[in-house]
């Protein structure tokens, strides 16, 4: 107790450079990861996971046209998996977090203000602290999940890196009571064609965060929401700052341009994901005997989303979960039958390229089309980012 007052005395007089406390965040994360365990990373484990990594990447070659993206073998357990992805979460989090913190500071009335003086910043602070401390939460169970770097479809770990969580990879695979080495595998395959993706596609790690931020900009705050989160916090009482839920407070903007950056985010992760799918599936083949289970197992992951992302989605009003997996890898498949290996994978040589949500539809005629892919002559998929 005496601990978090000191820490929340000190979140109040030093207020961080954005809208959420990301060192609160952290702690907060990391503190929860202590309480349900996270172990550590074995020797056995770390050589595991690099033999996985590059045998994956071998694998794929075949059915790629981008080469390896990989430029570094790595193990994290959970906390390693926080502090290597805080930076991206910081990016996709912070404009939404803004909103929040401006109607929290709008919630003092404007006659009130001039008399608050300092204490409206304190106001300002306290939000950040609030959202931290929530994003913090949400942050660790996330990490107590997640298999790998790329796990939900986002570039959040460094450029080259392939990253594998084998602490989870464990547990998941007790559930789906299949042999380790055979599900450590299949992440590694996903890990390692996320990567080629990303790597040497230089316009797509742009083009996904800025359709997640553009989406998250034109969230809006229940104002009711926050204030009766608020009403429930008793200053005296920590474990009630601590306990206090912000599930609910964010509202999708109706309006056409929401709608319209909401089916750009999830078209362009649907592609991605169907893409990784797709080629996964066809590296794996015959090659591993339960690839079917893990195709399907791993589809119905994604397009759910687990406890922890849920929880996430609900705290900042956004799901990172692609609904349209099945159409997308169905369109991804088509186009491989029709033009080949390099003429599916030539799409990614410019976003105007890539399938439409409405090309969904019809994976076949659009596959069929004949596009001029004379500009792709001179890119270079051996570039990378």
Known sequence: MQQFMTQLQQMLSAPGSGPVNWDLARQVAS?????????AVTPYERNAVEEALRLADLWLEPTSALPSGIHSLVSWNRNEWIYKTL???RKLCDPVAAQMVGAMGNLVPPEARAQLGPMQSMVTTL????FGGQLGQALGSLAAEVLSAGDIGLPLGPAGTAALVPANIKAYGEGLELPEDEVRLYVALREAAH??????????RGHVLTAVEMYASGITVNREAIEEAMGRVDPTNPESMQAMALEGIFIPEDTPAQKASLARLETAL??????????VDSAAGERLPNVVRLGEAFRRRRAAGGPAEQT?????????????LREAAALWAALTEHRGIAGRDALWGHPDLLPSGEDFADPDAFARAQLDLGDLDDFDFGKPE
Request: one cysteine or more; hydrophobic letters at 50%; glycine letters at 10%.
């Open 31 to 39: 503190s929860q990861l202590a309480s349900a365990g996270d172990p």
């Open 87 to 89: 930076d991206v979460w």
């Open 127 to 130: 939000g950040g602290a609030l």
């Open 195 to 204: 990567q080629r993706l990303f790597q040497h596609v230089p316009w797509l």
């Open 270 to 279: 649907a592609l991605v994901e169907g893409w990784v799918c797709h080629v």
């Open 312 to 324: 996430f989605a609900a705290l900042v009003g956004l799901e990172l979960r692609p609904r349209r």
